[in-house]
């Protein structure tokens, strides 16, 4: 994500220091495969189906997960991440969290932790290498009232974060990082989505993946995306304003803006997202998802921009976003995935290194106009753990 206001100038100052490090990126890449090669369960593939209210603030329904054990250990439980908690955590008696499991089957849910955003399940027989099973939940998401990822803006709701999500188990164990209030804690295996939105027909509801929609009940719409490979699945509902362009390279971009943003940002966000998401094909591999959602809106100034698989929402004013930045993202933490509170710096480093690519920016200087550095502790690598420790600054 990117919550900066000028987001040509450099957020970090990691371009420079990625050039200068080759030979420790590729001994990094060279220890990979070992730890890759346990991390479980893989293959996730969600199954959702949810019914959204008059205006989009509530969502119930049912979600199945089926997964594989890819280590030789047998699996006995699975950690599920309810990141849509992140900030409200175990809420109160008046005011529950934003989201809500129960009803499980398939596996023995235990008390929920981290804040109430992981739910351990165990499964009723270990399930050896190789074999797939399943688990399902009913889940009720209220999306919380601030601007955010996960939040409401006007009459606009984003469900970023909201789906509970397969947390990963690997040769660092079991990934129960909490949400530290900024950056993302996130770090999920590919995974195939089919969500099922059945909302007002007076919504518009972008979302991760490829959308078919066909008329529901009365007055209603059903939304049925499918998306492949990806890491999370998003979407928003509300009122947006809509265009679809395709680019020269053959992406389709489809772009939703609310009623008070400019339209001059609009036409730079979809010029930029066009010229991005062809170049980093060409330089990086093409993108593989077909289409792309555009989620605009000058009203996020509280929170800024962020990437989800798909879909990014933008905090677009008339000049713009940090679009390509965000459009970067599709590939640095999308397709080449990280532990992103591990090291965030891997995917905001590659995503930013990207965009100044994209600006035909000097990526040599970056060092130079990040100015001293910030403390004899910071260090290029440092989890996210560190910054929510008083570093956050740096
Ligand atoms: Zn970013």
Known sequence: M?????????????????????????????????????????RPSYDVSLRGDSDGSHWT??????????????LRSIDVRLWGNGADGCGAADRPSPVRVGGVTGGTPRPLTVGCTALRIDLPAPLPQGARTSVSFD?????????????????????????????????QGRHLDPDVGFGES?????????????????????????????????????????????RDFA??????????????????????????????????????????????GLRFGRYPYAELDLVMSDTLDGFGSMEFPGLVLLW?????????????????????GNDQFASPWLDESFAQYANQLYYREDTTTCWEDHGAWP???????????YYADGHRSE
Not at 4 to 28: E, F, G, S
Not at 61 to 74: D, H, I, L
Not at 251 to 267: C, F
């Open 2 to 42: 990117t919550s900066i206001r000028h987001w040509r100038a450099p957020m970090l100052a990691l371009a420079a220091v990625l050039l200068l490090m080759p030979q420790t990126a590729a001994a990094q890449g060279a220890a990979e495969p070992a730890a890759a090669a346990t991390a479980t369960p893989d």
């Open 61 to 74: 329904g049912r979600q199945t997960v089926s997964f594989r054990n890819a280590a030789r250990t047998p």
């Open 139 to 171: 889940i009720a998401i209220t999306v919380p009232d601030r601007v955010h990822r996960f939040g409401k803006d006007g009459a606009h709701r984003y469900l970023g974060n909201a789906l509970p999500l397969l947390s990963v188990r690997d040769a």
């Open 186 to 230: 996130f770090h999920t295996l590919a995974g195939d989505f089919r969500v099922v939105l059945d909302h007002p027909g007076t919504l518009v509801v972008p979302a991760t993946g490829t959308t078919t929609r066909r008329p529901g009940a009365p007055g209603r719409t059903v939304s049925t995306s499918t998306a492949r490979g990806v």
């Open 235 to 280: 979407w928003a509902a509300g009122p947006f304003r809509s265009k679809t362009v395709t680019t020269p390279g053959g992406i389709r971009l489809n772009a939703y803006w609310t009623a008070t943003t400019s339209p001059e940002g609009v036409t730079t966000d979809l010029e930029d997202a066009a010229g991005a998401v062809d170049e980093f």
């Open 316 to 336: 677009t004013e008339p000049e713009g976003s940090a679009v390509v930045h965000e459009i970067a993202h599709q590939w640095f933490y999308g397709l080449v």
């Open 375 to 385: 403390s004899d502790t910071a260090a290029l690598t440092r989890t996210l753990a």
